[in-house]
C-alpha cells in the first residue's frame, strides 16, 4: 500500500509544526474514508476537512486507530516514518466501505485542529463484515524522505 504525504504535512514539518512522529511524541491516528471524497493533497489539512465521510461500524471507533510503535529513524541521508500494522477487528454489523486510511496527528480529538499526514488508496471499498481488515504497513516504512 502506497501513501500520499499532505502537501501542507510537508511544508509544516520544514517549519517546524508538523508533529512529533517518533514513539514518545504526538498520538498518530489512522481513520478510514468512504468513496464519496477523496482526500485531496494539495488542499487538505485537518481532518474536519475529510470527516464527514469517516466510516462506521462496529469494531470501528470515530476518529479510528492510534498507530502503535511510531518511531522515525534516520539513515544513509533518509527519514523513515514507521509504526505497527492496525487491525479492525471482523464484525458482521461492522463495515464494508472504507477506501481510504488517512494517517493523521490527534491534539485535542477536535478533528478542526487534528492535522493530516499522509493517505492511502486502499484499491476498493475494504471492511471487516467478514473477516480482520489489517492495514500492513510496508516494511521499508510508511513513508521515506530521501535527500536527493
Given amino acids: 500500500m502506497a501513501w500520499s504525504i499532505f502537501d501542507k504535512f510537508m511544508e509544516r514539518q520544514h517549519d517546524g509544526n508538523g508533529g512529533n512522529l517518533d514513539n514518545a511524541g ?5 481513520m478510514l474514508l468512504d468513496d ?37 529513524t534516520l539513515a544513509g541521508g533518509s527519514v523513515k516514518f514507521d509504526g505497527d500494522d492496525i487491525v479492525w477487528t471482523a464484525s458482521g454489523t461492522g463495515f464494508g466501505d472504507a477506501r481510504y486510511a488517512v494517517i493523521y496527528v ?40 530521501t535527500n536527493a
Fill in 106 to 145: 490527534e491534539n485535542d480529538a477536535t478533528p478542526a485542529n487534528d492535522r493530516v499526514i499522509c493517505y492511502a488508496d486502499l484499491g476498493g471499498d475494504v471492511g471487516n463484515l467478514t473477516g480482520d481488515l489489517t492495514l500492513e504497513m510496508n516494511a521499508a516504512g510508511i513513508w521515506t524522505l
Fill in 26 to 30: 504526538d498520538t498518530i491516528k489512522c
Fill in 36 to 72: 464519496v471524497r477523496a482526500p485531496v493533497d494539495a488542499t487538505d489539512i485537518h481532518t474536519d476537512d475529510m470527516d464527514a465521510n469517516e466510516v462506521s461500524g462496529t469494531n470501528y471507533t470515530a476518529g479510528g486507530e492510534t498507530l502503535a510503535n511510531q518511531v522515525i
